[in-house]
Nanobody
């Protein structure tokens, strides 16, 4: 079993930056896909960004050019650098993981179902004020 723990959320003014971290522990795999989802109150989770073991990345249109997903080379720590934040980025952010043989196309993360991911963190809140 893979355990995921997010950190780095907080409050920031519009135009500011935050970096979220997701530390994976327990069983981690070389053939991974990690993703960040966000959830607004009363809404379903939506994919924001994803990265796979081949270095492919994908982003939702709403965050392209502002958010960057990355992974430390030798550790299962995944980052989401969020720049030029907007009030509409305010949400709970979740880290998610899936491993081969299950494969997710990271380019389609915005429309990927949450059920495609097997492991989830507890989430970290991001609040952006105008």
């Amino acid at each position: 079993q893979t355990l995921l723990a997010e950190s780095g959320g907080g409050s920031v003014q519009a135009g500011g930056s935050l970096r979220l971290s997701c530390a994976a522990s327990g069983h981690t795999y070389r053939t991974y896909t990690y993703a960040w989802f966000r959830q607004y109150p009363g809404k379903d989770r939506e994919g924001v960004a994803a990265i796979d073991f081949e270095g492919n990345t994908g982003y939702a249109d709403s965050v392209k050019g502002r958010f960057t997903i990355s992974k430390e080379k030798d550790r299962h720590i995944i980052y989401l650098q969020m720049d030029n934040l907007r009030p509409e980025d305010s949400a709970m952010y979740y880290c998610a993981n899936v491993n081969l043989p299950k494969r997710v196309n990271v380019k389609n993360i915005a429309t990927t179902a949450t059920t495609d991911f097997g492991y989830w963190g507890q989430g970290t809140q991001v609040t952006v004020s105008s």
